[in-house]
């Protein structure tokens, strides 16, 4: 059952007829991605579709035969005679008609089975591929666009494995048996069909052809109104507060008539395709039998495979077969459209699977470490509460280097694009347990500075150190466990209170979970949810405030005990006195780790050990607090509200 | 429902109605083109006379044609009417909307708005073509196949009596088994697609804790659950085709068989030959209509949701009654007062969100209120356009009742700066004109002055006609605010407010513009809500809030001296003396 019907969509591309093109190599990656996941159950699907449909067309053989056999039995009226000739045509239909119910059944149940089991697949892969892509793909890319290729594109993928390709098989089945059938029987009579049905294709094809192009410019239309509604229902408190109803109405309505008169003709054009072809069949149909009957009373010869003489009981077959076979061509041209559609579904899923993954070629890896009162660090199976950085060399030795959270970054140089440099010459040094705020306006290079730490981005030129191991050499998932993030949105998810803090640290107790949740300052509040930490949150957590979302952000930073802490402007668009109780649960978070801070309000920063201050990416000044104010420089007006923080 | 979205047909009724005229006359010719076709097939049979068969060839071709004629016309006249009247409902959702107050889009929220104008009446326009083309179509298809059977065929056409009961309770046996199913699955794939929405808008968050494998694992489970649910839905459904083979088959199976008894035994006078195979079509038409009756039922169940949904948003009834007869049109002054007003969000909430309010505001007087989040701040300013409304007591402007006031001559006196502010794409002057249609390019400067928006705007490369992003995105907070003040400002109200409009932009900046608003509408009544002490240090009158009270009402010097809170708000902002830049 379709939900999603498959649509054009504005970049939809069209070929010179106005439809959309087509691309014989998204059908190949589709079916061969069908094959690699099913490779049995997909062809066998595939042969019992062709076996059930072209059954279904061998009927008119015996149909012909029994009518054939009443011809000459009608005069004598000798019923009991007839009857034995005419079971014994009517059995092996019969026995056909079984085989052909069990293909049927086998192939209806197994196609659902595969169909869903297909989607399945195909999502995970397209899911466990984008986890697997770089923050600069989710940066550059609308999260609308990603979400469009799990529902509007695999719903189109959906229509095309379980409804048009068995189609396009079961039509494709029926029209060559039939096809043969009557190459047996006559091939004058055959001709005439193949010219009627010509006909059909090219008024088809012209009609469909001018759907599309209506199609596509109601799509237009459409994603002009949903983005007017969408505008207008955000901005109706707006809309109330300035009287604007009217003016705001009457847009709409433009926009509304103009998508209705689109809709009108694309459907128009759509609603009468059926009728045309059906009726041209009709038609069709009555040509045949005239001609036909007039070609088998004039006697004139009757070329056909068999060499059989043209009789009534033939004719009367043909004209079975003639709607058969229109009926089959017109589901083969119905589904071209809807197997275009797919293909353009198909395509933009094989776009995001096609991304470049997250080049990964870091070695050096984070362990569990005992350290000897020596101070020489060794591997351990269990966990220590210490850890230490692995390290293979060249020669096949092993160092181990314990994990204390010094970051040097050394001469660096980024740009996102190629050519627009955002960062210039930065050069930090965060020894363990210092606090190094950066402070800037917005697009000064603050946030790009952490990203790259965390090698969400990778330097363009020079260098930066954990633990005197340069970045590039440890594996991404071991630096960044070992980096603590807190954002200034927070993102929760699905599930409770507990499963969220203990995102931090997964094999982390439920004793953990609260104690982090204590030390961050949330364990408060969340006491007083009326499930404590059972409470489900949803929607991001919705039903929590703003300032409630972002302790619970901090928990799940502190469960997993890292030694580098990250925050990113944590404490903006809350309110002061929230503010304060949240800077007391980061203050706790902050002891004893390497913290960069990035903060909009200047008292976040003010007892950092060192303040950056940023412009246009490059660090213009930097220092205690006191220095920064002695000096008078940017800080200054900054501090004394001279310059805006924007 | 039914009654809500039947009054959205309106003018295009008559095509709708020449719709089902088309599609009976396309269903009768349909059912007599076999009943036609037995007859031309006997008469070739009968080999006589070519003249007759080419009679009733042209017949049938003249039958042809006018099933076209009638089927095209359905296809025009359907597709006019069902877009239009999906036209009208998104018509009257929408101009519903706009007749709702706050209270009524608190309770609806944007985004379920928006899915109720586009995915649910695209549902409900596919259900309305249906409507009219399918489902009277089919069910007289069975009818007239039914009576024609009958007609030619006599007894034979008995078979229908087993077939059509037979299949019609299968059918509507796997319909009534796999909505269900279906409706619970799709629960899951919303929930599903949800699911990677959070993901995709946690990547940092996945990606910082180094969780894609955790992530992937988690998404596998759900997917596979799907899978099951959906399997197990699909299957029952796959029934349909296999039911629907057997019935056909068994139906050929039993014409020819008995068909030809018939035919041989009468010797061709109770039955000829053409009629055995005119017999298969009616029988094919019979259960294809049986199978669109079922997916129009289908289909239909599943569009009642939508229409449900339209329909609350029509049956809505706006909180805000406007006076009847003859309402006030003229704010005279700028004058606010508040006597025993209580307010709570709905009836049922049990805590009122402002309590005990007893507040008199001369004209032109600047008042700023400060307290922390959810202490009714924004909840107070908001009864003074009217946004809602007051649930006990009574709010005066101007010495009038604001419930007495026409209601657009109200708000255009009092210009409000909301704390979620909204830009519209477009330029900078059409979002300006929000305020005044006809304002002048000199007026939209000026008020951009005041605004301290100006500066900023001329730097742009096409100034005032620098267009808008969707959603206001290519301006920074601080400009966008500004732009908002004076978009505000243009509509030269006796009441201004400024609810926290001015938290991203600077110290200094802030001073400029509230020391514009004191120098050049001096006669204006200003309220501030704001975060920071400083910027409402200088007012006439503040207030501080807490609980939904008023706690604190006197000029800085008297609330340092008798207010707590205010105090210690003060303290703590000028102690930490974070004056700079905060959002």
């Known amino acids: ?646 | 429902m039914l009654k809500k979205l039947g009054k959205c047909v309106r003018e295009y009724k008559t095509p709708a109605l020449l719709t089902l005229l088309f599609i009976v006359g396309e269903a009768v010719i349909e059912a007599l083109i076999p009943f036609t076709t037995a007859r031309l097939v006997n008469e070739i049979k009968a080999g006589v006379d070519l003249a007759e068969v080419a009679h009733l060839g042209v017949i049938l071709i003249g039958m042809a044609l006018v099933s076209l004629a009638c089927g095209g016309l359905a296809g025009f006249t359907s597709a006019r009417a069902a877009t239009g009247f999906a036209k009208n409902v998104r018509h009257d959702v929408f101009h519903k909307v706009q007749e709702f107050s706050f209270e009524n889009i608190d309770r609806f929220s944007s985004s379920s708005l928006v899915t109720r104008m586009t995915t649910d009446i695209n549902n409900v326009q596919m259900a309305f073509m249906m409507l009219i083309r399918i489902a009277v179509r089919s069910p007289l298809m069975l009818i007239f196949s039914v009576i024609m059977a009958y007609r030619m065929g006599g007894t034979l056409a008995t078979s229908f009596a087993v077939i059509i009961p037979v299949l019609a309770f299968g059918l509507f046996l796997v319909g009534k088994k796999a909505m269900p199913a279906f409706r619970a699955v799709f629960r899951k794939y919303d929930r599903l697609n949800e699911s990677i929405e959070e993901n995709v808008r946690a990547m940092r968050v996945v990606k910082g804790f180094a969780r894609e494998e955790y992530e992937k694992a988690k998404f596998a489970r759900a997917s596979d659950d799907i899978r099951d649910d959906f399997t197990r839905a699909e299957r029952i459904v796959a029934l349909n085709m296999p039911l629907m083979q057997l019935c056909i088959y068994g139906n050929m199976v039993f014409v020819l068989l008995f068909g030809s008894r018939l035919v041989i035994s009468s010797q061709g006078r109770l039955l000829e030959v053409g009629q055995i195979s005119a017999m298969i079509t009616y029988g094919m038409q019979i259960l294809i209509s049986l199978m669109m009756l079922s997916m129009i039922y289908v289909m239909l169940t599943m569009s009642a949701e939508s229409g449900k949904r339209i329909a609350e948003v029509l049956e809505e009834v706006p909180a805000l009654r406007e006076p009847d007869g003859s309402a006030v049109t003229e704010v005279k002054d700028g004058s606010i007062d508040f006597s025993d007003v209580r307010f709570k969000y709905s009836a049922k909430s049990e805590r009122y969100a402002l309590d005990d309010i007893d507040l008199h505001i001369s004209s032109g007087m600047t008042v700023g209120i400060l307290g922390g989040t959810g202490v009714g701040k924004s909840t107070l300013v908001q009864l003074i356009p009217r946004l809602y409304d007051a649930t006990e007591g009574t709010v005066r402007v101007g010495g009038v009742d604001v419930r007495d006031y026409d209601l657009k001559a109200l708000r255009d006196a009092v210009a409000m700066v909301l704390q979620k502010n909204e830009l519209f794409s477009g330029t900078i002057a059409e979002n300006l004109r929000w305020g005044d249609p006809n304002a002048t390019d000199e007026a939209l400067a000026e008020a951009c002055r005041l605004a301290q928006a100006d500066e900023f705007i001329r730097s742009f490369p096409h100034g005032y006609d620098t267009r808008i992003e969707q959603g206001g995105t290519n301006v920074s907070g601080g400009q966008k605010q500004r732009l908002c003040i004076a978009r505000a400002l243009l509509k030269k109200p006796k009441i201004l407010i400024l609810d926290d409009s001015t938290s991203a932009v600077d110290t200094r900046t802030d001073a400029l513009i509230r020391q514009g608003l004191r120098d050049y509408i001096p006669e204006t009544t200003k309220l501030i809500i704001a975060q920071r002490v400083a910027s409402v240090e200088d007012a006439d009158l503040i207030l501080v809030m807490d609980g939904g009270r008023i706690v604190g009402a006197g000029t800085h010097a008297e609330l340092m001296a008798s207010s707590a809170i205010y105090r210690e708000t003060y303290e703590q902002q000028t102690k930490s003396k974070a004056k700079g830049g905060e959002e």
């Open chain 1, 1 to 646: 059952m379709p939900r999603g019907t498959p649509r054009y969509t504005a970049d939809t591309k069209l070929n010179k007829r106005g439809r959309p093109a087509f691309s014989f190599a998204a059908v190949k990656r589709t079916v061969g991605l069908v094959t690699e996941f099913y490779p049995r159950l997909f062809p066998a699907v595939c042969l019992l579709t062709v076996f059930s449909s072209a059954v279904s067309a061998i009927p008119s053989i015996f149909t012909q035969k029994v009518i054939a056999i009443i011809g000459e039995w009608t005069e004598s009226g000798d019923w009991t005679a007839a009857k034995a000739l005419i079971v014994r045509q009517i059995a092996p239909l019969i026995v056909l008609y079984v085989l052909s119910l069990i293909a049927v059944v086998l192939q209806t149940q197994l196609s659902a089975v595969l169909t869903q089991g297909f989607l399945s697949k195909l999502r995970r892969r397209l899911f466990d591929r984008m986890q697997n892509l770089p923050i600069r793909y989710f940066d550059t890319h609308k999260h609308g666009d990603i979400m469009s290729h799990y529902t509007n594109d695999i719903d189109t993928l959906r229509e095309l494995v379980s409804q048009s390709i068995p189609a396009v098989l079961r039509s494709g089945a029926v029209v060559l048996v039939v096809f043969c059938i009557m190459l047996w029987y006559s091939l004058p009579l055959t001709g005439m069909i193949l010219a009627g049905v010509a006909a059909m294709m090219l008024v088809s094809g012209k009609l469909g052809g001018g759907s599309a192009k209506f199609f596509v410019a109601q799509q237009k239309s459409v994603a002009a109104a949903e983005g007017f509604i969408q505008e207008m229902m955000a901005g109706q408190r707006v809309v109330k507060v300035f009287n604007h109803e009217a003016s705001s109405a009457a847009d709409f309505d433009a926009l509304n008539e103009e998508l209705c008169e689109n809709a009108r003709r694309a459907h128009a054009y759509a609603n009468t395709l059926g009728p045309i072809i059906m009726n041209i069949g009709n038609i069709l149909y009555v040509l045949i039998a005239v001609l036909g009957g007039a070609y088998l009373l004039s006697g004139l010869p009757n070329p056909a495979v068999s060499g059989m003489a043209l009789d009534i009981s033939i004719l009367v077959a043909f004209l079975n077969m003639t709607k058969q076979f229109t009926g089959n061509i017109n589901q083969l041209t119905q589904q071209v459209n809807a197997v275009v559609m797919g293909m353009a579904g198909a395509q933009r899923v094989f776009e995001l699977m096609d991304e470049q993954p997250e080049a990964d070629a870091g070695y050096v890896t984070l362990v569990n470490a005992e350290i000897a009162p020596d101070g020489t660090v060794s591997e351990s199976e269990r966990r220590t509460g210490h850890w230490a950085w692995k390290h293979p060399h060249g020669d096949g030795t092993l160092t181990y280097t314990e994990l204390r959270g010094d970051v040097r970054l050394v001469d660096v140089d980024f740009s996102y694009v190629e050519g627009k440099q955002v960062l210039t010459d930065i050069n930090v040094f965060a020894e363990p347990g210092q606090k190094v705020a950066f402070v800037g306006a917005t697009g000064a290079g603050k946030t790009t500075i952490t990203n790259l730490i965390n090698r969400f981005y990778d330097i363009e030129d020079g260098k930066i150190r954990y633990d005197g191991i340069n970045v590039n050499k440890i594996k991404k998932s071991d630096l960044r466990r070992s980096l603590g993030l807190v954002l200034q949105e927070t993102n929760l998810f699905t599930g409770t209170v507990m499963d969220n803090i203990r995102y931090g640290k997964l094999d982390a107790t439920d004793e953990e979970c609260r104690a982090a949740a204590k030390l961050a300052g949330a364990d408060d509040f969340i006491t007083r949810l009326p499930q404590g930490y059972g409470t489900l949150l949803a929607n991001n957590g919705s039903n929590l405030s703003q300032g409630q979302r972002q302790l619970l952000a901090i928990a799940r930073a502190a469960v997993a005990d890292p030694p580098v802490m990250i925050l990113d402007e944590a404490t903006s668009s809350i309110d002061t006195r929230t503010e304060a109780i949240i800077q007391r649960g980061m203050d706790k978070l902050m002891e004893g780790r390497t913290v960069f801070v990035i903060a909009h309000r200047l008292s976040t920063v003010m007892d950092s050990d060192v303040i950056m201050v940023l412009d246009h990416g490059r660090i213009i000044e930097r220092g205690s607090h006191r220095h920064l104010i002695e000096e008078q420089g940017t800080y200054y007006k900054l501090y004394t509200g001279a310059f805006e923080l924007e």
